[in-house]
């Protein structure tokens, strides 16, 4: 059971918008800035979004990060067939002297 | 650029210790810390702890507490993680990924070692 909760599955056609929700709490989203991974089959995480919205060099301005009280969301606009990955939160969280927690991650299907 | 190449896959039995060797190249190894992040097969990410290569400060998941070590050889720009007493589900691909220096949180982990498979069997 992943601290953060996400939803196991999404999709969209190519073009579409679609948006990964990841909902947590006071003690980490609530208080600290998210941070959105994706993950390619067979390969290493990415880092997509961080600090709540910001872009790493090299990240199509196609993907976009909000962030709203315990909540956050990675949106994916023009979708394409490259997207198709897994999609992972995450936040610090301050209990237990501190730590890192993800979401369970969303697997992300182009129809 | 900026790369973190990991030790090759392990395979142990129960109850024995691997350690994971992380060497990077690219950038300053002791302005930066390294984080490290298992995956068990078909399952998420879960962290397991931080190390500052500037100072050697730890944080470790309190789950793993007592049965992690993390090191850094600033000499040769690599950290290590070192997991004892394993067990069957212990079995996951072990990243280490760039971190902040000065503290375990921060904005995230920028560029990610390509994983290293650590099966435990008997």
């Known amino acids: 059971q992943s601290v953060l909760t996400q939803p196991p599955s999404a999709s969209g056609t190519p073009g579409q918008r679609v948006t990964i929700s990841c909902s947590g709490s006071s003690s980490n989203i609530g208080s600290n800035t998210v941070n959105w991974y994706q993950q390619l089959p067979g390969t290493a995480p990415k880092l997509l979004i961080y600090s709540n919205n910001q872009r790493p060099s090299g990240v199509p301005d196609r993907f976009s990060g909000s962030k709203s009280g315990t909540s956050a969301s990675l949106a994916i606009s023009g979708l394409q067939s490259e997207d198709e990955a897994d999609y992972y939160c995450a936040a610090w969280d301050d209990s237990l002297n501190g730590h890192w927690v993800f979401g369970g991650g969303t697997k992300l299907t182009v129809l | 650029q900026v790369q973190l190449v990991q030790s090759g896959a392990e395979v142990k039995k129960p109850g024995a210790s691997v350690k994971v060797s992380c060497k990077a190249s690219g950038y300053t190894f002791t302005s930066y810390g390294i984080s490290w992040v298992r995956q068990a097969p078909g399952q998420g990410l879960e962290w397991m702890g931080w190390?500052?290569?500037?100072?050697?400060?730890?944080n470790y998941a309190q789950k793993l507490q007592g049965r992690v070590t993390m090191t850094t050889d600033t000499s040769t720009s690599t950290a290590y993680m070192e997991l004892r007493s394993l067990r069957s589900d212990d079995t996951a691909v072990y990243y280490c990924a760039r971190a902040s220096s000065f503290s375990p949180g921060g904005s995230g982990f920028d560029y990610w070692g390509q994983g290293t498979l650590v099966t435990v069997s008997s």
């Open positions: 190390i500052s290569a500037y100072n050697g400060n730890t």
